[in-house]
């Protein structure tokens, strides 16, 4: 079964509009990285946050983790149509390195 | 980051061939991993593959049918062999950098193969 599993699996929001995005785990994990992936292309590395870490920032992107949880949530701030995309959360397990396991992910669809 | 690049973009095969992907690395790495991604569905893992060994393959997937070489560390091809029409997917090739607890997976821009 997938490690992670990302909620909504669809979302459609109007650009300027702010986009969350929740991913679920159920083993502890080191890290927890978030994708983007562009109709059918490959991905690209959006950010990574350590299990030690709550909260983490770049650019509009602010991802949080909750280890008590076992969840993580992407925000997109100030969307824009060209944020369209899918968005896969992937972890590895703690305790050495793991084969990094991706969620099913969420389509984001920013309405112009 | 890396930069990594793959060969072909995309291909249309008739089943019953082989089609091999070759994946370029710009820095040496260590680990690098092949996935599938069926159309709709999120990336599945094939196998990992290391300089100087045997690929590894996840449950599911066999040597004979997906072969891996990796003859240095900044390059690795994956067959898909005796291709059927439920082998049309992306394939995307991926590494890792980093260490000490952080490691980045950063992965190529995919190969689109649809097998008539």
């Known amino acids: 079964s997938q490690q992670g599993e990302e909620d909504p699996q669809a979302l459609s929001i109007q650009e300027g509009e702010n986009a969350t995005m929740n991913c679920s785990y159920k083993?502890?994990?080191?890290?927890l990285q978030w994708y983007r992936q562009n109709s059918g292309r490959g991905l690209v590395h959006l950010i990574l946050i350590r299990s030690n870490e709550r909260e983490k920032h770049s650019g509009r992107l602010r991802v949080t983790l909750d280890t008590s949880k076992k969840s993580s949530s992407l925000l997109i701030t100030a969307s824009r149509a060209a944020d369209t995309a899918s968005y896969f959360c992937a972890t590895d397990r703690s305790g050495g390195y793991q084969k990094v396991t991706f969620g099913i992910g969420t389509k984001l669809q920013v309405i112009p | 980051s890396a930069v990594i690049s793959q060969k072909p973009s995309r291909d249309i095969c008739q089943r019953g061939t082989s089609l091999t992907i070759q994946c370029q690395v710009d820095s040496q790495v260590t680990m690098m991993f092949w996935y599938r991604q069926q159309p709709g569905q999120s990336l599945t893992l094939i196998a990992t593959?290391?300089?100087?060994?045997?690929?590894?393959?996840e449950s599911g997937f066999v040597i004979d049918k997906f072969p891996i070489s990796r003859p240095n560390l900044t390059f690795s091809t994956l067959t898909v062999s005796n291709m059927s029409p439920e082998d049309s997917s992306i394939y995307l090739c991926?590494?890792?950098?980093?260490?000490?607890?952080?490691?980045?997976?950063?992965f190529g821009p995919g190969t689109r193969l649809t097998v008539t």
């Open positions: 593959a290391n300089q100087g060994s045997e690929a590894t393959y």
């Open positions: 083993t502890s994990i080191n890290n």
């Open positions: 991926s590494v890792v950098l980093g260490g000490g607890g952080i490691r980045e997976q950063y």
